[in-house]
C-alpha cells in the first residue's frame, strides 16, 4: 500500500465527505469499537434510537470505552443510559454532544475539558453514515437520499460487509475511469460507449456493453449508469428485466488502507415483493457480489500504481486524479480542481467510436 502523500494527493491524509461506518444492526446499545480516519471511535445507538460515534478513548485516563466486558458498568447494564455512554473504568458519563455529565464520585461539576470528540451521523437506508473533514466544517453537500429503499416494488438491500482493503481508496476511485479493465474482468464486450461526467463534487460513467454471462437475453446490450456523491459513496443503476441499484461504500480506516461494504436493491413487479421476489433479488445480489469480488482480488494483490501509464483507449485517468485531489485540499481550493476536472469526456476504442468515424 502506499500513502495519501505518495499519490500527491493534497495537504490532508484523509478525504472530506460523506463515509459509511457501518449498517444499521452494527449501532446497538452495545457499543462498538470501530476505527476509521486513523482514529479509534466507538459507535453506539442510544435508548431513544439515535445513534452516536465518539472517540474511543476516555480523557479521564485513557480507558477504551467499548472493549470492556467485566467491569460492573457493563454487567449491571448502565454502559448506555438514555443518550449517554458510560466509561467501564470510574464511571464517568458522556452526553450525546460528547461532554461529560455525571463523574458517580465527585462532589465537584465535571470539568469542561472532559468531553468525547464526536462526529455527526445519519442513518439512511440500513446504514450508518458519518461526515468527515479534516477542517471541522459543516457538510458541504447533502448524503444521497437512496430513495428507492423502503419503497413498494423495491426489495431492500442487504449489506455485504467485506471488510478491510490494503489498499489506497486512489485505487479504487480510478475504477471509474477504468475503461480497459472492463473487457478482462468483467467479461464486458462489444462496447458501444464509454463515457465520464465530472461534475464538481460527483462523477459519473455510462457504460453501454454486452456482457459474457450477464447481458440480457438476445445479446441486447445492456446501459449502467455509476457514479459517486463526493469520495466514497458509489451507487450504479442497471436497466434491465428487473432495474437494479446497487451501493459501494469505501471509507479509509488508516492512510492506505479502507474497509469496504457492497449492496444491491431490485425492483419487482409486485407492489409487495414476494418470498419469491426476495429469493431473486437476493441472487442479482450475489451475481452483482461476484463481479465487484473481480475488482476486489486485484485491488487486494496489486502493487500501488502512483501514475497510470496511459495509452490511447484508456478512461481519463488524469481527470479522475484532479477530481479526487478537491476533496484532500482545504474545502476553499475545492473549486480549482472541479474547474480543471469538469466536463464530459467521451474513451476511445468503442464499437463506435466517434473519431474512429471522423478518421
Ligand atoms: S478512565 Fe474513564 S472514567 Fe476514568
Ligand atoms: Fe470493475
Redesign the pocket.
Known sequence: MATTAEYGLGEHMFPRGWFMVGTSEDATTVPKAVRFFGEDMVLYRGESGRVFLVEAY?P????HLANNSTSYVITDKEHVEGDNIR?P????RFGPDGQCNDIPYSPAPPPKKACLKNWQVEEKAGCIWMWHDEEGGEPEYDLPNFEMYDQPHWVNWEIDVLGELDCHPQEVVDNMVDKGHLGPVHGSMDMVLFENVFDDHCIRQILTAGHKTLAGSGGEPMTNDTWYTGPGILQSVMIGEFPSHMLIAHTPVDDGRITVWHALMVKVANQTPTEEDVAMARGYQQASLAAFSQDFEIWANKRPCLNPMMVKGDGPFDKLRIWYRQFFNPRARAGEFQKRANGKYVSRGTINDPWDQVA
Do not use: V
Open positions: 476516555c479521564h485516563m485513557g480507558t466509561c473504568y470510574h464511571g464517568w
